[in-house]
C-alpha cells in the first residue's frame, strides 16, 4: 500500500502536465489533529504544494472576522488571510524507495517561521511531516491523517507564502 501511494504522488506532476487529468477531483485533504489545521496538497509548479483549507479559531470573534497571517516577516503580507495560505510547497519524491518526499518546507504561521521539511509516508492515509532548521535532528514532527469525513472548509483564493 506504501509503494502505491509513493507512485500515485511521484506521478502527481504528470497528471497535472494534463490538463484534462488535473481537472479531475485529484486534491487530497490532510488533518492535523493536534492544531485543527486541514492542509489541502495538490500538485505545482515545484513538486507537491499544500494550502491551508480549515482551521479551527479557538477565541470568539465577530462574524465577519477573518483570520490573517500577523506574524508573516514581510510586513506587506501580514493581512493576508490565513485560508488558502500556502503552508508547504517543493516536496518531491526521495530518490531512494524509502517512501519520503524530500526537498520541501513547511511555513508554520502561528511563528511566522519558514522551515525545511520532510514528509514520510506511514501508509495510505498517514504521513508525518518534520519541520527542522539545518538538519532533521533539530526539528517537529506532526503526523497528518487523510481526511474521510466532513470537514469545514475557509473560503479563499491560494496564496503563495514564498516569493
Known amino acids: 500500500m506504501r509503494t502505491i501511494l509513493f507512485l500515485a504522488i511521484a506521478l502527481l506532476p504528470i ?43 479557538d477565541h470568539p470573534h465577530a462574524p465577519d472576522y477573518v483570520a490573517v497571517d500577523d506574524r508573516n516577516p514581510d510586513p506587506a503580507r501580514r493581512a493576508d488571510p490565513l485560508c488558502g495560505l500556502q ?15 524530500v526537498g520541501g518546507w513547511v511555513y508554520d504561521p502561528d511563528k511566522g517561521e519558514t522551515y ?33 469525513g466532513v470537514t469545514t472548509r475557509c473560503a479563499a483564493e491560494p496564496v503563495s507564502n514564498r516569493p
Open 15 to 57: 497528471i497535472a502536465a494534463n490538463p484534462a487529468l488535473a481537472s479531475g477531483d485529484l486534491a487530497d485533504f490532510w488533518v492535523n489533529d493536534e492544531q485543527g489545521w486541514v492542509v489541502e496538497t495538490r500538485p505545482c509548479d515545484s513538486g507537491l504544494c499544500g494550502y491551508l483549507a480549515g482551521f479551527r479559531i
Open 116 to 148: 525545511s521539511a520532510v514528509i514520510t509516508i506511514i501508509d495510505a492515509n498517514t504521513v508525518k511531516l518534520r519541520g527542522y532548521v539545518a538538519i532533521p535532528l533539530f526539528g517537529r514532527t506532526i503526523t497528518l491523517r487523510r481526511e474521510t
Open 87 to 101: 503552508l508547504i510547497g517543493g516536496f518531491k519524491p526521495s530518490p531512494h524507495p524509502d517512501g519520503k518526499l
